[in-house]
Structure formats: structure tokens, C-alpha cells
């Protein structure tokens, strides 16, 4: 287990904590499902840039949770990396 995630799971104990964790979900799950789609087809967020016409300060900031993508954009980033975007409701 990471530090992080010890962290995390510490700090999850806390209600207030977990409750706004959980609020936050979906959007750390679309970070990290760009990210890891990202390092799966080798590319640079530049390269990235290059093919989806998204400046790459721009996915810089989704990358960093600084900025919250639209479905349009995120659309064309899974395009870029040669994947189709899907969402599911659980």
C-alpha cells in the first residue's frame, strides 16, 4: 500500500472528509482515467495536444484537477488517444 493511500484512508475516517471525497468521486475518477489512458498509449500530454487540438496547458489542468473537463473535451481526448468515451451510471 502507497503512502497515499494510507494517507487517504486515514483521512477517509473522517465524516466530513468522506462525505465531500465521495461528492468529489467521479471527478477524480475521470482524472485518473485520463491519465492512465494517457500513459498507456505512450504519449506526452503535448502529443496529446497535438491530436486533439487542446492546448496542453489545458489538459495539464485537467490532469492536475485544476480544471473541470466538459464531456465534449473529454470526448476528444479519449478520440486522441484512439478510444471511444463511455460513461456508466452504478
Do not use: C
Request: charged share 30%; proline share 2%.
Amino acid at each position: 500500500m502507497s503512502d497515499l493511500q494510507r494517507y487517504l484512508d486515514k483521512q477517509l475516517k473522517d465524516s466530513e472528509f468522506a462525505a465531500e471525497y465521495e461528492q468529489m468521486r467521479p471527478e477524480y475518477e475521470a482524472i485518473r482515467a485520463v491519465i492512465a489512458a494517457r500513459l498507456e498509449s505512450h504519449m506526452t500530454q503535448k502529443e496529446l495536444a497535438e491530436k486533439t487540438g487542446i492546448r496542453q496547458s489545458n489538459i495539464s489542468r485537467i490532469e492536475s484537477g485544476a480544471s473541470s473537463p466538459t464531456i465534449d473535451t473529454l470526448a476528444r481526448i479519449a478520440a486522441g488517444l484512439g478510444k471511444k468515451l463511455k460513461i456508466e451510471f452504478q
